[in-house]
């Protein structure tokens, strides 16, 4: 079944969480045997008629721009819906003639219908926002369009990346693996796609062979899962950053309510910054390097002292494209994680790509290393 997706233009230009929640979405849609996705944008602000559509697309997801308008007056009219208030003493709208669709916490955040074998949904603020609810229903109705028989479901385990393609190892068996899906994503992690007819003992077996690479055993941002791991934890992490410039720091406050566990960060570009701002020492940038594993454990030293926070993440490296040499090619990025507790987790990654997929993949690394500090 193929999907139409639909947004306001350049709306996700630059988001670090897209609102649409793509590639994530696109896993959660292919779970339910959907896909692929393709992209439609319009003027935020203009009128829609999914009418107007081909038919090759049996379902149509809108995401607004949280201003309701234009576009939301003319789904409502195109689809034959109605608006109005949700009680006589509230000030709520509500679309009346489809179902609702909310996000976790219960707040309305759009609508769904199925109207002449097509289904259409649209959300006000965030297609992510409401991810539950629109596969609940969607799962539903993909149901009863077989006669009320639910296909077999498929599972989506997010897989830490090791620098390369996710390769899955000659146990359980290579015949088993053919029937699994793996997505390749642009942060250098994947998505593993395991139908459920390949049993649990496959899938425990499997879990066994990937161990802590598995993340995640739905379709979920890794910013989701360490800032969920570190409200468990009750913890506070500072960030001291050189090649990534404050990536690592904006993912780890990109979802709201940040302040419970991001505690301060520092941008050390310069090898001065690092010295000045961090107390790393001058001979150790002398006859170490700035791009090198003692630095960037200097740094989670000197961020961990200054902060008070509990964990602390450094981050050094050569995002090119110039820069550099046969022993430190371009893409050798140098992390380290600190505790207070003494625990020390460092990792040397070479990134392949161009200078933002190198910087995009070292901070993808370094939430990794918090998640599994954080694991013990």
Known sequence: MKCLLVMPRWSEQGALLPSSGRPYLDLALECLGIGPVA???IDGDGPFDPGKISEEYPLILIQGDGQGGRLRRSLVSSLGLSLG??????????????????????????????????????????????RRAL????????????????KRSVA??????????????????????AACRVRDLPNGDAGL??????????????????????????PKPLEEV???????????VAVAESCTAGLVAARLSALPGSSAYLSSG??????????????????????????????????SAGALRLSGADLAVAVTGIAGPEGGSAEKPVGTVHLAVRSR?????????????????????ASQTALHLLRRVLAG
């Open 193 to 218: 796609l395991i139908p459920a007819t390949l049993g649990e003992a496959y899938q425990t077996r499997l879990a066994e062979q990937l161990g802590n690479r598995i993340y995640a055993t739905s």
């Open 39 to 41: 992209l439609m944008e």
């Open 135 to 150: 596969v609940k229903i969607l799962r539903g109705l993909i149901g009863d369009g077989n006669g009320g028989r639910r």
């Open 266 to 299: 520092w941008i050390t570009y310069a090898d001065e910054a690092k010295m000045r701002d961090l107390g790393v020492h001058a001979d150790l940038l002398a006859s170490r390097g700035a791009v090198s594993y003692e630095v960037a454990q200097a740094m």
């Open 226 to 236: 360490v800032a969920a791991c570190l409200r468990e934890a009750g913890v506070k």
């Open 341 to 361: 507790e003494g625990m020390l987790l460092e990792h040397r990654g070479f990134y392949a790509g161009s200078r933002e997929q190198v910087r995009w993949r």
């Open 156 to 177: 989506c385990w997010m897989v830490e990346g090791a620098g390369e393609p996710l390769a899955l190892g000659p146990e359980p068996g290579a015949a088993l693996h």
């Open 85 to 130: 208030l949700e009680g006589d003493d509230s000030d709520q709208l509500k679309v009346f003639g489809a179902r609702a669709l909310t996000d976790e916490a219960g707040h309305p955040e759009g609508f769904i219908l199925q109207r002449r074998g097509r289904t259409v949904a649209y959300c006000e603020r965030s297609i992510w926002a409401a």
